[in-house]
């Protein structure tokens, strides 16, 4: 069975620092992965997908995301994190043609 | 273009009432999902629709929650009767059913007294 693991339920982080969110799948075929995010009272916004054309792939608001096979890990980045980034951030895997979703990193920025 | 519409936004029950949340899609949107959001946790699929047909009800608990989606276009989601646990947020997406992104209404805060 598809699932992901999100590890660290709170992260920190300073303006202007590097932002890192972890992922980790396990699926026993090549599996279709995202990265969604979600403002206080807001539905889901999809960040950024991967669906097997590139492992590297760079989705809105300057995140991107690596997909590296070895270790099963699809970790988000940001180089340099704005206020505006503080969010719940969900990482998901495509199960047929519906979504199973980690269970979410908060991303608090302070100034 | 307009995106997947919830309502109401918020509602407050009583434990052993009833209650339905309606749920417009995008336009042209085949697959319609209600997901259910338990504060501190990930959304988790109740129920997905192709169409007016049902495709995964699998973790529906279909001794209270029930959903249609008729014409295979709005949905609504009933619970009844409500427990304590019923409260969350229940989010309704839809997508065009060839793989393309799901997009995500607002959703429904549920709140079970």
């Known amino acids: 069975a598809q699932s992901v693991t999100q590890l660290g339920s709170h992260v920190s982080v300073s303006e202007g620092a590097l932002v890192l969110l972890r992922c980790n799948y396990s699926?026993?075929?090549?599996?279709?992965l995202f990265w969604y995010v979600q403002y206080p009272n807001q539905g889901l916004q999809l960040l950024l997908k991967?669906?097997?054309?590139?492992?590297l792939v760079k989705g809105i608001n300057g995140f991107e995301a690596e997909f590296k096979k070895s270790e099963t890990s699809f970790h988000l980045t940001k180089p340099s994190a704005h206020m505006s980034d503080a969010a719940e951030y969900f990482c998901a895997v495509e199960a047929g043609t519906a979504l199973i979703f980690g269970k979410g990193t908060t991303l608090s920025v302070s100034s | 273009e307009a995106g997947v519409a919830q309502s109401p936004r918020y509602k407050i029950i009583e434990k052993r009432q009833s209650v339905a949340f309606w749920c417009n899609p995008i336009?042209?949107?085949?697959?319609l999902y209600w997901y259910q959001q338990i504060l501190g946790q990930g959304p988790k699929l109740l129920i997905q629709?192709?169409?007016?047909?049902?495709?995964?009800d699998s973790q529906l608990p279909k001794d209270r929650f029930s959903a249609e989606r008729l014409k295979g276009v709005d949905s609504t989601l009933k619970i009844q009767p409500a427990k304590l646990e019923d409260s969350a947020v229940y989010l309704c997406?839809?997508?065009?059913?060839?793989?393309?992104?799901?997009?995500f209404g607002q959703g429904t805060r549920l709140t079970v007294v």
């Open positions: 699926s026993s075929v090549p599996p279709y």
């Open positions: 991967y669906t097997s054309a590139a492992t």
């Open positions: 336009s042209g949107h085949a697959t």
């Open positions: 629709f192709q169409n007016n047909g049902v495709v995964d």
């Open positions: 997406a839809s997508s065009d059913g060839t793989g393309g992104e799901a997009f």
